[in-house]
């Protein structure tokens, strides 16, 4: 570790994990991930009299900046157990460029992007894996948006311990790649809600970490910390936070109040504000009809920002209550209005952030335009992972650029062209004039290209192109009286693919 760990002074035994929800005391277990109870989120509390014996502002300042600098507000009994890679004290961002276009008195962006994995998430997954490491656990399982899954892969491949993440179809390709070169098993479940599921159900196997599980809500908390002290130890007048699980913003709050029971900071005015995206926004529907419980959505709207389109948020009531306990806001914002805060952050201040991490600059400006934010305040944007993370998002940025339009359509086609190979090419000429079948498809492969496939090898290039979205099944029909035959047809990509590949 670095000698951040060496110079923090070893972590106060936290006293409990205590339910949010009904109150329900529990002895800290790395099991642990909600309450046996009724099933709310686990708070960790801290002997605050004691960490206030080895916690100032003087001993911080001479640490260098890390997650692990708090370790006495941290749940690992003997640091020597931490699993790091280096995660925390990114920059605070001053944005004078972005005050002119958004116009508000000052913005400053927590650029989360530089994290090890490029994301936020690695706070808590140094928290939740040093855990699971204390406790002796071999392997860990996860069901998981796409950062969650790409971090927790990191942070096991760095531990030596295996990592099962199941995760929703709809996700970010880059974070995949991600996973799978950190050495992680995948498997893919119909959306979020079920990979958690076939998560829980592993767990008897493997270690259960979630978004709602204490020891990663811990690490989550650290942004807070850093703000206070990267600001001289005062706050600004708000803080604005993407929410897909809920767990961030309700975390960073926790953190204020903590450093304020420690007697660091004043007692916290900040507004703290949540963005999701509209049409999956339940902790917005719920604080906008005045509720005090966030009720999960079925069938939300299919948004870019993958990571905060979470249908029931674990910490939805957490950051419910964060917002109204701070007099803060929330609001959803569309993938248009996100795609051109993207925009707006990266050629104004050099910051290129995914679209779920976007949404606090589409949201803020949203915010002030409704009136819900005065142009006089001092505002903190969180961004919480990096554009490169999601290339088909990026990918949209160039589509005004004619020039790059067409190189970048050049090396897509080469790329594309060799995986496919000859006799997948073949195969999609073929199905340009009509749909047809394996047999057919045989037929024509030697009557017109003189190439000879038995029928096992056809069938296997229409899954692999079908696997690609270049071909689709239109139905399988009865032909002359003879046996029930699976027609093929050209999707719109398999077709545009083969115009480029003709010109």
Known sequence: MKMA??????PADPVAAKCSRCGR???????????????????????Y??????????????????????????????LRHVVSLGEGGTYLHQCSRLVEHIGVKRILI???????????????????????????????????TGNMGASLSAYAAKAGIGATIFLPKTLDIGKLYQ?????AKVELAPDYESAV??????????????????????????????????????????????????????????????????????????????????????????????????????NGTDTLAHDISIESPSAGDLALDAIRSSRGDCAGVTDKEILEAASLLAKSEGIFAEPAAASTIAGLKKLVETGAVDRDEEIICVITGAGLKDPAAARRFVKKARSVE?????????????????????ILEILSGKEAYGYEIRQQLEERFGKAVKIPVVYQHLKELEGIGLVRRSGVREVSGRPERQYYVLTEKGRISLERFRS
């Open 179 to 183: 996973m799978i070169a950190f050495g």
């Open 197 to 298: 599921a076939r998560a829980e159900h592993l767990n008897r196997q493997s270690l259960l970490i979630t978004t709602q599980n204490p020891y990663f809500m811990e690490g989550e908390k650290t942004t807070g910390y850093e703000i206070a002290e990267q600001m001289g130890w005062r706050l600004p007048d708000r803080i604005i936070v993407p929410m897909g699980s809920g767990g961030h913003l309700a975390m960073m709050k926790k953190a204020l109040d903590e450093f304020s029971e420690l007697g660091l900071i004043d007692p916290p005015t900040v507004k703290m504000t949540g963005i999701q995206a509209a049409g999956a926004s339940p902790i917005v529907e719920a604080y906008n009809r005045n509720e005090d419980a966030v009720e999960g959505i079925t």
């Open 406 to 426: 067409i190189a970048i359509r050049s090396v897509e086609d080469r790329s594309l062209t060799t995986r496919l190979g000859p006799t997948k090419l073949r």
């Open 110 to 144: 927590k650029d989360e992007t530089t994290n090890p994995t490029g994301s936020f998430v690695d706070r808590g997954c140094t928290v939740a894996v040093s855990k699971a490491v204390e406790s002796g656990a071999e392997s860990i399982c996860c069901g998981a």
């Open 5 to 10: 760990m060496s110079e923090a002074a070893a």
């Open 49 to 78: 009299r004691r960490v206030a014996e080895h916690l100032s502002r003087e001993s911080l300042s001479r640490r260098i900046p890390s997650v692990w600098k708090y370790s006495e507000l941290l749940p690992i009994r003997d």
């Open 25 to 47: 005391d529990y002895p800290l277990d790395a099991s642990l991930t909600r309450c046996r109870r009724c099933g709310g989120v686990l708070l960790i509390r801290y002997d």
